[in-house]
């Protein structure tokens, strides 16, 4: 064996890259095969249970009689406000880091303190909106402040995934756009911006399936466990058919209804629990499409 061979062995042998390899197909399995077993055992207990009527039923004392009506519309109605309020900020506060703002301490503390509130827990943000909005504002526990506390948990990960995605953006794209007479403005609107779509809207989506499962924020500013009423509805039929009643609406939403129903003693309770997660998993599975479809979409029309 010559010099080069044996040169070429021990360079494979101190090498690790088959070892994260190995390590990381190990975790993806384990992870996969544990949310598919969490999958099959809601499916086995709660499948059975999802019909129409648990659909547009109200939560009821007697398990065989009650639904998630106003579990699942709070729900809805609680993402619509954390999107509106995080997406934009978010996207403009990554794009300003990321182009804009001068390279300067001020810069780099800024960029530590939004890694490092990605991983605050969800409680702490909870506590921030029940002393603020809650008992300061006296804003009360509404479905506009339970958007509130969910966009702000969110908003770390909606900048980091921004800035990420403009940072993917090759350097030759910036350059052909200034070279034909582009000013910052255009070649940020026009050029970085929709080339960066596919994974900005990857964070968001990543961030929304996040929020929509948490429990404690909005248990820590008053979610009421048990409701009987839907807020009113956003559409109206006089002008100017917008209705922002809902807003100041208590709410509930399904993580809380499935807790209320879990700490009952009833088997029949945590039946309905199970076919409410399934219902929530199937949700944030529905969310993650709609953002493989556009992202997929966006990327096909970049390429044309």
């Known amino acids: 064996m010559n010099r080069n061979a044996i040169v070429s062995l021990r360079a494979n042998h101190d090498d690790p890259t088959g070892f994260f ?10 992870s996969m095969g544990l949310l598919l077993a969490l999958l099959f055992d809601l499916g086995f207990s709660g499948a059975s249970r999802i019909d129409f009527e648990f659909l547009t039923s109200f939560p009821s004392r007697r398990a065989e009689d009650a639904g998630i009506l106003s579990a699942w519309v709070g729900t809805t109605l609680v993402m619509i406000v954390t999107a509106i309020l995080s997406v934009p900020l978010g996207v403009m506060a990554g794009i300003y880091l990321e182009e804009y703002a001068p390279k300067n301490w001020v810069t780099t503390l800024i960029d530590i303190n939004i890694s490092n509130l990605a991983g605050v827990p969800s409680i702490i943000y909870g506590l921030l909106a029940l002393g603020l909005f809650v008992y300061m504002f006296d804003m ?20 980091v995934s921004t800035r990420e995605a403009v940072r993917s953006i090759p350097q030759i794209t910036k350059e052909g756009a200034y070279g034909i007479g ?26 929304l399936s996040r929020a929509v499962g948490e429990t404690a924020p909005v248990i820590t500013i008053g979610a009421l466990t048990y409701i009987a009423f839907l807020p009113n509805s956003p ?19 399904m993580p809380i209804q499935m807790f209320n129903w879990l700490s009952r003693p009833q088997t029949d309770f945590h039946i309905n629990a199970a076919a409410t997660g399934l219902v929530l998993i199937i949700m944030t599975l529905l969310m993650n499409l709609i953002a493989i479809v556009i992202r997929y979409r966006l990327r096909r029309q970049n390429v044309a």
């Open 182 to 207: 582009a000013d910052k403005w255009q070649t940020v609107a026009h050029y970085i911006l929709p080339a960066a779509r596919p994974g900005i809207l990857t964070g968001a989506i990543v961030g």
């Open 21 to 30: 390899a190995a390590g990381g197909l190990i975790v993806l399995f384990l």
């Open 235 to 253: 559409l109206q039929s006089e002008f100017p058919f917008l209705n922002f009643d809902w807003l100041n609406s208590a709410f509930t939403v």
């Open 140 to 159: 009360g526990s509404t479905v506009l402040v339970a958007g509130m506390v969910l966009a702000l948990l969110i908003l770390p990960v909606v900048i």
